[in-house]
């Protein structure tokens, strides 16, 4: 099992920036991806980030491609997404999320499908004023 908590929440300004981390721990020799996403209130969960976790291979949602840069550093089993030129739509809850090696489908860039990703932290809130 893989326990995720992200940290980095928080209140910013339209243009400003912040950076959410996400501590792992657990059944981390599974990991194939970690991704992030997002929901607003009353809308879906919506893809962000994700990372292949023993690669380098990146891929980004439309709504976020140049202005959101997501990390990791394995040796601290922690991923980070720093998020730039923030915008008021960008407000949500943001999860980050791990897709293990019982779901991966073979693919060279890591997955954006919230279905293969199996386990989750708790959440943190991102709220941007305009």
């Known amino acids: 099992q893989v326990h995720l908590a992200e940290s980095g929440g928080g209140l910013v300004q339209a243009g400003g920036s912040l950076a959410l981390s996400c501590a792992v721990s657990?059944?981390?020799?599974?990991?194939?991806?970690m991704g992030w996403f997002r929901q607003a209130p009353g809308k879906e969960r919506e893809f962000i980030a994700a990372?292949?976790?023993?690669?380098?291979?990146?891929l980004y949602g439309d709504s976020v491609k140049g202005r959101f840069t997501i990390s990791k550093d394995n040796a601290m089993n922690t991923a980070y997404l720093q998020m730039n030129s923030l915008k008021p739509e960008d407000t949500a809850v943001y999860y980050c999320?791990?897709?293990?090696?019982?779901?991966?489908?073979?693919?060279?860039?890591?997955?954006?499908?919230?279905?293969?990703?199996?386990?989750w932290g708790q959440g943190t809130q991102v709220t941007v004023s305009s």
């Open positions: 999320a791990t897709s293990g090696d019982s779901m991966f489908t073979g693919t060279y860039l890591p997955t954006s499908s919230s279905r293969l990703y199996d386990s």
């Open positions: 990372i292949r976790w023993t690669g380098d291979a990146t």
């Open positions: 657990g059944r981390t020799f599974s990991i194939v991806d």
